[in-house]
């Protein structure tokens, strides 16, 4: 379902304090411009089958936002390749795929349509996905209007009731009130337990193992090891102790 052969993402950080375009352009024009290469990502390679939950874990910095970037094809790798079959729906930075002046409503047809779903699709879960987010009476606002607990609870009932072949997911779970919390990890288990395969990085360990079957552990980029999540997490908890 997703297979990920020898990836290794380059960035180009400077150093440099530019202020404007015509300065950028200026100082890359006279050749002045000094990068420092950065792998936030180096040789990393596994594979995920379907149906599987995947927790990915590794201290601040070790790459885990990349990596889901990656496999969700917002960054392409700079080395290697990653294949992935069925529809993914990430769910990795708050308000990505929205548009800040259009309401709730209009906002789920637009993420929606974003992800691949048809018109007619969205209508007919359009009333759960309100319904889930307890947005009701919020829903013909202006989301700029919405806080991010807000934000989170619409990214998370679309993305959720569209049950997506591969969710990807970003620390989504610590954020939100503990209400909120409860019912999205409710309907996590749900969708992990109707096939959905799932890829999500958290800081939360007990989070992990109760949740993942397998978990992919970066350090400094690399994988440091894959495996069962209890082994893996406790010698994780070693590690960092
Ligand atoms: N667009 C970018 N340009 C330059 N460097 C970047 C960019 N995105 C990420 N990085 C760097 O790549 C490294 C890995 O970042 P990443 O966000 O993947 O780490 P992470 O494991 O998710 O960290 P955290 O647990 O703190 O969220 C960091 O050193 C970060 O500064």
Redesign the pocket.
């Known amino acids: 379902m997703i297979k990920a052969e020898h990836i290794s993402m380059e960035?180009k950080?400077t150093h440099d304090r530019i202020n404007s375009l015509k300065e950028y352009l200026v100082t890359r024009l006279r050749g002045k411009l000094e990068y420092e290469e950065?792998w936030?990502l180096k040789d990393v390679s596994f594979e995920v089958q379907k149906g599987e939950v995947i927790g990915i874990i590794?201290?601040?910095?070790?790459?885990?936002?990349?990596?889901l970037k990656v496999i969700s094809g917002i960054l392409k790798p700079s080395k290697g390749e990653i294949m992935v079959s069925g529809n993914i729906v990430p769910m990795l930075e708050l308000g990505a795929g929205f548009d800040s002046d259009l309401s709730g409503r209009e906002n789920i047809f637009l993420n929606g349509s974003i992800l691949g779903y048809s018109e007619r699709y969205l209508r007919d879960k359009y009333n759960e996905i309100v319904q889930f987010s307890e947005l009701k009476e919020f829903i013909d606002v202006p989301i700029r209007n919405y806080s991010s607990g807000m934000l989170m609870r619409l990214a998370f009932s679309i993305a959720t009731v569209i049950e997506p072949e591969i969710l990807i997911v970003d620390e989504i779970l610590s954020v939100g009130d503990e209400a909120f919390q409860r019912k999205s990890r409710a309907r996590m288990l749900e969708l992990m337990g109707g096939g959905t395969t799932v890829l999500f990085?958290s800081?939360s360990i007990e989070q992990i193992k109760e949740m993942c079957d397998r978990v992919i552990w970066?350090d400094y980029?690399q994988v440091k090891m894959i495996g069962d999540s209890k082994e893996i997490c406790e010698h994780y908890q070693n590690y960092m102790s």
């Not at 590794?58 to 990596?67: F, H, I, P, Q």
């Open positions: 960035f950080i950065f936030a590794g201290r601040n910095g070790a790459g885990k936002s990349t990596l990085v800081h970066l980029g």
